[in-house]
């Protein structure tokens, strides 16, 4: 089968959930079958080049893919759907899996592929809604919820990643296509193996620098904490655009000797500073899986997450039991990270149930569940 993955963002150039699950996905299906992704050229070199088995599609020269005030960019999702109309001679695929966001290009995806009558799967990370009205604010958002819910029966199939955007996607989104929940991955084996190596610390989070992550309730929950574990160590993994004014927060709050920024680190090198931490902590009010928390679990860490009405996190931590559901608030995090920290015998026994629900998520499976979405909508 011809496989074609499209998306404005590749890993490793840019990495998260959405960039890790198509690269898992396409070195998973490689294997058997011919995979093509479709992005910008983060790439030097020609715009069509194999790498790894893998045949790579750049329709042009990267966009800023946030504003300064750290939103995503209007104008880049507009010019990637544009630049998609390049594609019109390329060669046919079997099958398409566009991601659903940032929307536009899904309608350029629509006409395309349609007029080649290629069957196109959409896959949702999230379905924003009425969130739009926080994040734009008017007037925008009113148009970009219209344009997020005339996307949703553009496709011929879609894949949720969670149960929350599943239920959104057929409230808010009306979706009378069928939805198949399948879930973002981990490499078991790899996490396994992957010694133990780094800085111990005893809070972590990895993952991008973003106002929706919202660090600024784990750093104040750090300065609650101070106190009472005067050496109290936390360690935030990634980048984004709000590294300087956590920085900023982190000196105001005086946590220079409690709380250090190491950037973006090798994802092997990840795996070993989670597995020499106690505690993980994801204080994001909005995401689509919650991918990192996943990694933490299949390194034995328990997990703290928010519970928040755009945050599927809180599907894969089972409170009490792998971790810990907290109000996001600093002093709700910071209770939930101290049970943890002073009761060692507790963290070990959500150590061991961590460990056991991640290893249902290993991407070999995943990417099974996903080539019979693609051979079903193939037949259709």
């Known amino acids: 089968m011809k496989i074609a993955y499209i998306y404005d963002v590749l890993y490793p150039f840019i990495k998260g959930g959405a960039e890790k699950r ?19 050229k983060f790439w030097s070199g020609p715009s069509n080049y194999r790498r790894n088995g893998i045949t790579l599609h750049g329709v042009g020269t990267p966009r800023p893919l946030y504003t300064a005030g750290g939103r995503r960019s209007i104008r880049e999702s507009l010019d990637f759907a544009l630049s998609l109309l390049k594609l019109y001679g390329i060669e046919k695929f079997d099958v398409i899996d566009c991601c659903a966001f940032p929307y536009l290009h899904m ?25 739009w009205d926080e994040y734009l604010g008017s007037p925008l958002a009113a148009p970009a919820r219209l344009l997020e819910r005339a996307a949703v029966p553009l496709a011929h199939s879609c894949v949720a990643v ?4 599943a239920r959104r996607l057929r409230q808010l989104g009306r979706c009378r296509l069928p939805i198949t929940v399948i879930p973002n991955g981990i490499n078991t084996r790899d996490i396994a193996d992957a010694p133990a190596e780094g800085p111990s ?9 973003l106002v929706h992550k919202r660090l600024d309730l784990l750093l104040e929950a750090v300065a609650e904490l101070r106190g009472r574990h005067p050496k109290l160590s936390c360690l935030i993994i990634g980048s984004g655009p709000e590294r300087e004014r956590l920085r900023k927060l982190t000196t105001t709050l005086m946590l220079e000797n409690h709380v250090t920024f190491t950037g973006e680190v090798p994802e092997d090198n990840v795996y070993g500073f989670l597995k020499k931490s106690k505690v993980f902590v994801l204080p994001s009010l ?16 328990p997990a703290v997450v928010v519970r928040a009405p755009y945050s599927a996190a809180h599907e894969i931590v089972a409170d009490g039991v792998n971790g810990i559901v907290a109000e ?6 910071a209770e939930a990270i101290s049970s943890l920290l002073e009761d060692p015998a507790k963290r070990g026994l959500m150590a061991e149930a961590a460990q056991q629900a991640a290893s249902q998520y290993d ?17 259709c």
């Open 162 to 165: 969670s149960e929350l955007t």
């Open 328 to 333: 996001p608030s600093p002093r709700s995090l």
């Open 286 to 301: 909005r995401e689509g899986f919650g991918m990192s928390v996943l990694e933490a679990l299949a390194c034995g860490v």
């Open 107 to 131: 309608y350029t995806a629509r006409l395309l592929f349609g007029l080649r009558r290629e069957p196109l799967v959409m896959t949702w990370h999230e379905y924003w809604g009425e969130y």
């Open 363 to 379: 991407w070999a499976v995943i990417a099974q569940k996903s080539l019979g979405i693609y051979e079903a909508v193939r037949r």
């Open 201 to 209: 610390s005893d809070i972590i989070y990895v993952g991008r620098l």
């Open 22 to 40: 198509y690269h898992e996905l396409g070195k998973q299906l490689s294997a058997d079958h011919e995979v093509h992704f479709i992005s910008w």
